[in-house]
């Protein structure tokens, strides 16, 4: 493989470094839950973080390694649908660090609003994620800002964290069911359980609306496809990145797809259960396990990477009276 994965003394190294700025986050499992899915479950909360997100992790040790290595760098610029804009302005904000943020149009208002509220400057354009990403681009070559990818190493690392986290609680876990957006979260799945080395599987969840991902695994290579899910933007991914796909491939032992309701039933089962408000992505793993319960395992875990949803969409899924999300 031409991506090295971080290593133990890496992920625990990054762990200090975040823990200076935020808590380690809980896992839970839920006997509603276990219910519903039959299975000892158990949840990694991060939600529960102060973005309401897992990408915070990433974010902190991006821009600690940017302000060590290049500290000439005065201007950041990304792309995101919210939890990454929000990570960057959060942690960029400690190192006095301009941060411009490029969403597509249409993106979710209240996220918008909190990257907005913390420091983040806005910019809007295209249709879907992958045409903001390549807006983000061309004002990096433009105005010589510094781009922070989507997918990197050093993201990894401090998602990493997370997983070590859960890891070293509920070391037995059979199965872990991980949402994919661009590939950080179960990348650094991944690496935390080789550097355990632990014999979990690990489940990649994509939705069935935004298929890239699976199509590409696959494959064995890069595939574009259009991304049409309606709930769950923050796994809306057009274009795979080549060496997220390499790690994936490498490490991941499945993956399963769920549609906008399964979605949709998951987030309603994660309040009616847990009483915990979970975005669209955020529920995709949760969904996922749902989905494959039969092939899982009894002790099983998932993460529930984010809450970010706006208020409007959440009322209208509670809203819904599909009789399986209450099963």
């Known amino acids: 493989m031409d991506a090295v994965l ?32 039959g299975a000892e479950v158990w949840v990694k909360h991060e939600n529960h973080t102060q973005v309401g997100a ?40 400690q190192y006095g660090i301009r941060v411009v943020i490029v969403v597509p149009f249409g993106n979710s208002v209240e996220k918008n609003r909190a990257m907005r509220a913390l420091g983040a400057e806005l910019v809007e354009f295209g249709e879907d994620f992958q045409a903001a990403s390549e807006h983000a681009e061309r004002l990096e070559r433009e105005n010589g800002w510094h781009r922070v990818p989507s997918f990197d190493l050093r993201l990894v690392t401090g998602v990493a964290t997370y997983a070590l986290e859960l890891f070293s609680v509920c070391r037995a876990l059979e199965t872990i069911y991980v949402p994919i957006g661009m590939g950080s979260g179960v990348c650094g799945t991944i690496a935390a359980r080789n550097a355990l080395g632990l014999a979990t599987k690990v489940v990649g969840v994509v939705s069935s609306h935004a298929p890239a991902y699976a199509l590409s695994f696959t494959a064995g290579e890069v595939r574009e496809h259009e991304a049409t899910t309606a709930i769950a933007d923050g796994v809306a991914c057009r274009k795979p990145d080549a060496v997220a796909l390499e790690i994936i491939r490498a490490g991941m032992d499945r993956v399963v797809m769920v549609d906008d309701d399964e979605v949709k039933d998951a987030m309603r089962a994660y309040f009616v259960d847990t009483h915990n408000v979970a975005e669209g992505a955020g529920a995709v793993g949760l969904a996922g396990l749902l989905k494959d319960r039969a092939n899982g395992g009894q002790r099983v875990g998932t993460v529930l990477t984010g809450g970010n949803v706006n208020s409007e969409v959440f009322g209208e899924v509670l809203c819904e009276s599909r009789v399986s999300s209450l099963a």
């Open 54 to 93: 897992f990408k915070v992790r990433g974010g902190l040790v991006y821009m600690d390694w940017l302000r060590r290595e290049r500290p000439e760098v005065k201007t950041v610029v990304s792309a995101t649908r919210g939890n990454h804009g929000q990570s960057m302005a959060f942690a960029a904000a």
């Open 6 to 37: 971080p290593g133990l003394n890496e992920i625990e190294s990054a762990a200090r470094l975040i823990y200076q700025t935020m808590p380690a986050t809980p896992q839970y499992s839920w006997p509603l839950i276990n219910a519903r899915a």
